[in-house]
């Protein structure tokens, strides 16, 4: 088993290359900074001034690091917003209302994230519910504890050494980048050199023949929850850190952009399909798009608008330039009812 783990063909959909759908990505994205660097004005000043800039989007690249592998396997987590939020508020509440110091409240935040991932990788597993409608309704009720929690005065006000995380740098380059760089590294380690990663890609790919290889296909989904929560809680307290204070709905920006940026990364959305190197490329394209929109004195309301057209514009592409029918077959594995055969029966 773990030799055909090892050399299975469809864990290497997984692994980072520079060609095809990426190479296009790289592409654009050196066009853009272009393009915006010679047509609006302030948007560059210089290296730092453009690795500075990255302050502003990083915390969607974190949450999109952590809907990777959610999406590898076929599944989707809208609740990563809701998670964000409610994690940067209970950091805060300790600190503020429990006298908690930061160095404990953020890993308490953190493992809070990991657990609201774990509930949500746990009703699906459990009640064989679409992840889409479990995380739906879970990030309802987070958003209603999480307005509970932060009352009607939110903590604010932290601490210098803490806000640096969020608009700190290290010899010109953000903390957050540095942080962003090395979870990026450590995903695509995880999913291309692991054999959890190759099972996330062969639970995406194929979860009847996964299960029927020996791979416990439940608690491979469950542990990808847990990493989205914990990744969309590590988003919440650096946004916390970046304004120096927390809201109940701090975290509703993250899910359209952070999903966006998965998706055009080339990252199947029925899963099985899609390499770390694709997001880290599209948080960057997307990430400088944004801030060059905003720079050059469009709306919020207008890049929404944007970002939501690259999702479709995104998920068409991909689908046209796949092999002929491979997405028709798709639609029909991801929505057939399962077999009961035996397992003797399924591989005939």
Same mark, same amino acid.
């Not at 307005?147 to 608009?167: Q, V, Y």
């Given at each position: 088993?773990?030799?055909?783990?090892?050399? %299975?063909?469809?864990?290497?959909?997984?692994?980072?290359?520079?060609?095809?759908?990426?190479?296009?990505?790289?592409?654009?994205?050196?066009?853009?900074?272009?393009?915006?660097?010679?047509?609006?004005?302030?948007?560059?000043? =210089?290296?730092?001034?453009?690795? +500075? &800039?990255?302050?502003?989007?990083?915390?969607? =690249?974190?949450?999109?690091?952590?809907?990777?592998?959610?999406? *590898?396997?076929?599944?989707?987590? *809208?609740?990563?917003?809701?998670?964000a939020g409610f994690s940067a508020v209970l950091m805060a509440v300790l600190w503020k209302h429990f006298?908690? $110091?930061?160095?404990?409240?953020?890993?308490?935040?953190?493992?809070?994230?990991?657990?609201? =991932?774990?509930?949500?990788?746990?009703?699906?597993?459990?009640?064989?519910?679409?992840?889409?409608?479990?995380? #739906?309704?879970?990030?309802?009720?987070?958003? $209603? @504890?999480?307005?509970?929690?932060?009352?009607?005065?939110?903590?604010?006000?932290?601490?210098?050494?803490? +806000?640096?995380?969020?608009?700190?740098?290290?010899?010109? /380059?953000?903390?957050?980048?540095?942080?962003?760089?090395? *979870?990026?590294?450590?995903?695509?380690?995880? @999913?291309?050199?692991?054999?959890?990663?190759? %099972? &996330? &890609?062969? /639970?995406?790919? +194929?979860?009847?023949?996964?299960?029927?290889?020996?791979?416990?296909?439940?608690?491979?989904?469950?542990?990808? !929850?847990?990493? $989205?929560?914990?990744?969309?809680?590590?988003?919440?307290? &650096?946004?916390?850190? !970046? !304004? $120096?204070?927390?809201? %109940?709905?701090?975290?509703? @920006?993250?899910?359209?952009?952070?999903?966006?940026?998965?998706?055009?990364?080339?990252?199947? @959305?029925?899963?099985?399909?899609?390499?770390? *190197?694709?997001?880290?490329?599209?948080?960057?394209?997307? =990430?400088?798009?944004?801030?060059?929109?905003?720079?050059a004195g469009f709306s919020d309301m207008v890049t929404t608008m944007v970002t939501g057209a690259i999702?479709?514009?995104?998920?068409?592409?991909? +689908?046209?330039?796949?092999?002929?029918?491979?997405?028709?077959?798709? #639609?029909?594995?991801?929505?057939?009812?399962? %077999?009961?055969?035996?397992?003797?029966?399924?591989?005939?």
């Amino acid at each position: 088993m773990t030799r055909a783990l090892r050399e %299975s063909p469809t864990a290497a959909r997984s692994r980072p290359r520079v060609g095809g759908w990426e190479l296009a990505l790289g592409v654009l994205l050196l066009v853009q900074l272009l393009v915006f660097s010679l047509v609006v004005s302030g948007f560059f000043e =210089g290296v730092s001034g453009l690795l +500075n &800039v990255t302050t502003n989007f990083l915390p969607f =690249g974190l949450v999109a690091l952590g809907l990777v592998p959610v999406i *590898l396997t076929g599944g989707i987590d *809208l609740s990563v917003g809701a998670t964000a939020g409610f994690s940067a508020v209970l950091m805060a509440v300790l600190w503020k209302h429990f006298g908690l $110091s930061l160095g404990v409240a953020v890993p308490l935040a953190l493992l809070a994230g990991g657990l609201l =991932g774990g509930l949500n990788g746990l009703l699906i597993t459990r009640t064989r519910t679409e992840p889409l409608i479990i995380t #739906l309704a879970t990030s309802f009720v987070f958003n $209603s @504890i999480t307005t509970a929690m932060a009352g009607a005065e939110p903590p604010s006000g932290f601490p210098d050494r803490f +806000n640096a995380l969020g608009t700190g740098a290290l010899g010109g /380059v953000p903390y957050q980048l540095i942080l962003f760089a090395v *979870l990026a590294v450590v995903f695509s380690l995880l @999913i291309t050199r692991t054999r959890f990663g190759r %099972s &996330v &890609v062969m /639970v995406g790919y +194929n979860r009847d023949a996964t299960r029927y290889s020996g791979i416990n296909v439940n608690a491979t989904v469950a542990w990808v !929850y847990v990493i $989205s929560g914990v990744m969309a809680a590590l988003a919440g307290v &650096v946004l916390a850190a !970046y !304004y $120096s204070a927390v809201r %109940s709905d701090m975290g509703d @920006i993250l899910l359209l952009t952070a999903l966006t940026m998965v998706v055009l990364g080339g990252i199947n @959305i029925f899963g099985g399909e899609g390499s770390v *190197l694709g997001a880290v490329l599209a948080v960057l394209l997307l =990430g400088f798009l944004r801030q060059g929109l905003l720079i050059a004195g469009f709306s919020d309301m207008v890049t929404t608008m944007v970002t939501g057209a690259i999702l479709l514009v995104a998920i068409t592409a991909k +689908n046209l330039l796949s092999t002929p029918g491979a997405f028709t077959r798709r #639609l029909q594995e991801r929505f057939a009812r399962p %077999s009961t055969a035996p397992p003797e029966q399924v591989t005939k």
